[in-house]
């Protein structure tokens, strides 16, 4: 199975997502440079963490305008599981491949340091091997996490169950404590109304081996390993149909 | 043609930059600051015929890039060569 790892001019966890899949989980990574037009015959797009464009103008915005991002998009509307880590997950937001925006954190600190977040949902290309209300925990290092939306807007993703990882304190409590950044209603994660494009601002990639202090991360992509293998079977089944 | 734009967070939104500068000018003694909302300006030199082209297009170039809709608001002057 292929994971294509986006490389922007600035972006700065394509290693890490890529050692993680590969030395990790064993899978096969390509890096895909940012002009480039084609994503090649990869399963799973990641958009890594980093500063995209130094981050000009604001998080993402410059980004979601390269090249590759229409085949992002493409990939991403024909069901394809598309990943977006912090800066990744930034460039989503831009590109309007999840719902809200991200403003500059409430502490207005550059934030460093594990979080705890719950999953709500287990039924995600991301989450398929997590039990809803499993807590993990990953790191976070941002400026601008503090995630935003207009009211209705949020009521509408907590009515469709698209958000994902919420900050938590280690009993699982999402308190104003356990937020980082000032996110409305805890939202450290969110997906799209399909459930194949996840956004969040930890960084599961670099919670994937216990020498990093936690292996939390790895869950996120044995659940799209299984996703992309359960979506293969059903194809195959489809042309076995005809 | 010149032309100036301005992008400010729209009310309902939480600044926090905004908050930090206007704390900080309390404690230098600015008490009657009551409050400050930082935001973005621009400065375009644009090849336009007339004014409301150039108004057009920069509007445009606001809406896609300048400005994220969902969090900013933004306004657009246009500068006059001759008057400039």
């Known amino acids: ?43 799973v797009v990641i958009l890594p963490g980093g500063f995209a464009y130094g981050d000009y ?7 979601r305008f390269s090249p590759i991002m229409a085949e992002v998009r493409r990939f991403a509307e024909a069901g394809g599981p598309v990943l977006g880590i912090c800066n990744g997950f930034q460039v989503l937001l831009e ?19 594990h979080v705890v977040v719950r999953v709500e949902h287990a039924d995600t290309s991301f989450t398929l091997a997590c039990a809803p209300g499993q807590r993990l925990r990953m790191p976070i290092a941002h400026g601008e996490g503090n995630y935003y939306a207009e009211p209705d807007v949020v009521a509408r993703l907590e009515r469709n169950r698209q958000v994902i990882f919420r900050y938590t304190n280690a009993d699982g409590e999402p308190t104003d404590e356990a937020n980082p950044n000032g996110s409305v209603n805890n ?16 960084h599961p990639e670099r919670a994937c081996e216990l020498a990093l202090g936690s292996a939390d991360g790895l869950i996120l992509f044995e659940s799209v390993m299984r996703a992309v293998s359960g979506r293969e079977g059903r194809m195959r089944v489809a042309v076995f149909d005809k | 043609m010149r032309a100036r734009v301005f ?29 400050v909302r930082q935001g973005k300006y621009f400065e375009l030199d644009v090849d336009a015929p007339g004014a409301e082209e150039a108004r057009r297009l920069v509007s445009a170039a606001a809406d896609k890039l300048l400005s994220n809709p969902v969090i900013e608001s933004y306004r657009v002057e246009i500068v006059d060569e001759a008057t400039r």
Request: hydrophobic share 40%; with cysteine; net charge neutral.
């Open chain 1, 1 to 43: 199975m292929t994971f294509a790892v986006i490389v922007f001019p600035g972006s700065n966890c394509d290693h890490d997502a890529h050692y993680a899949t590969t030395h990790v989980l064993g899978q096969r990574a390509e890096y895909v440079w940012h002009k480039d037009t084609s994503l090649g015959s990869a399963d």
């Open chain 1, 57 to 63: 103008l604001r998080t993402g915005a410059i980004a």
């Open chain 1, 95 to 113: 590109a309007g491949l999840l719902p809200g925006a991200m403003l500059r954190n409430r502490s207005v600190q550059f934030r460093c340091e």
């Open chain 1, 187 to 202: 939202i450290a994660g969110l997906c799209n109304e399909g459930r194949n494009v996840l956004g969040l601002m930890p």
């Open chain 2, 7 to 35: 992008v400010t967070l729209k009310p309902s939104v939480f600044d926090p930059q905004g908050k930090t500068v206007t704390d900080a000018l309390h404690t230098l003694g600015y008490a009657a600051v009551k409050d």
